[in-house]
T-cell receptor, first 117, second 112 residues
Framework: EAGVTQFPSHSVIEKGQTVTLRCDPI?????LYWYRRVMGKEIKFLLH????????ESGMPNNRFLAERTGGTYSTLKVQPAELEDSGVYFC???????????????FGNGTRLTVT | GQQVMQIPQYQHVQEGEDFTTYCNSS?????IQWYKQRPGGHPVFLIQ?????EVKKQKRLTFQFGEAKKNSSLHITATQTTDVGTYFC????????????FGKGTHLIIQP
């Protein structure tokens, strides 16, 4: 089966510009997550979709970040306008629904390395 | 909110030596997962522990979940160069499909 794919792999933009990241989850995975890792720090949760609905967006840093998952398939994460502190690697992950009491393993994409200059 | 702390941040070992990374949660976890990220790669799921005091082995890797379900460890016996990478623990207080809280990871560097 194809894994989680993310596009682009790298993006370099200037402060104030807009960038849109895309994630295609594994087919059949209703759960889609966005995470961000700033260099040397933890992988920080941003938000979680179940199909097209936002289940939890408590990790979104501010209103400059907008995530969508129209139709419950692929997802986009837009940063507008980008700031220097938004630099980092943005990972998308997907999972199946878990058995009761378990967490499903996350299948990560290769990430998008965003550099804001 | 929930916090997951992981130590050490970096670990240098000679090839053949053992390695251990420790994970502590500020809250009781329903389960804990471990991931490995190779340099330039993405996190890859290794294992999930669910039961209090559980111990699981994968070849040279031994995973433990504490009795109070607030801490966990990963031990690698006789490290090899292929073990290089960052090891993350990730937990959540309840079961389900919601987002996990990751530790900062332990970077394992192996000197041949």
């Amino acid at each position: 089966e194809a894994g989680v794919t993310q596009f682009p792999s790298h993006s370099v933009i200037e402060k104030g510009q807009t960038v849109t990241l895309r994630c295609d989850p594994i087919s059949g995975h209703d759960n889609l997550y966005w995470y961000r890792r700033v260099m040397g720090k933890e992988i920080k949760f941003l938000l979680h979709f179940v199909k097209e609905s936002k289940q939890d967006e408590s990790g979104m840093p501010n209103n400059r970040f907008l995530a969508e998952r129209t139709g419950g398939t692929y997802s986009t994460l837009k940063v507008q306008p980008a700031e220097l502190e938004d630099s980092g690697v943005y990972f998308c992950a997907s999972s199946q629904d878990p058995p009761p009491g378990y967490n499903s393993p996350l299948h990560f994409g290769n990430g998008t390395r965003l550099t804001v200059t | 909110g929930q916090q997951v702390m992981q130590i050490p941040q970096y670990q240098h070992v000679q090839e053949g030596e053992d390695f251990t990374t420790y994970c502590n949660s500020s809250t009781t976890l329903s389960n804990i997962q471990w991931y490995k990220q190779r340099p330039g790669g993405h996190p890859v799921f290794l294992i999930q522990l669910v039961k209090s005091g559980e111990v699981k082995k994968q070849k040279r890797l031994t995973f433990q979940f504490g009795e109070a379900k607030k801490n966990s460890s990963l031990h690698i016996t006789a490290t090899q160069t292929t073990d290089v990478g960052t090891y993350f623990c990730a937990g959540r207080s309840g079961g389900g499909a919601d987002g996990l809280t990751f530790g900062k990871g332990t970077h394992l560097i192996i000197q041949p």
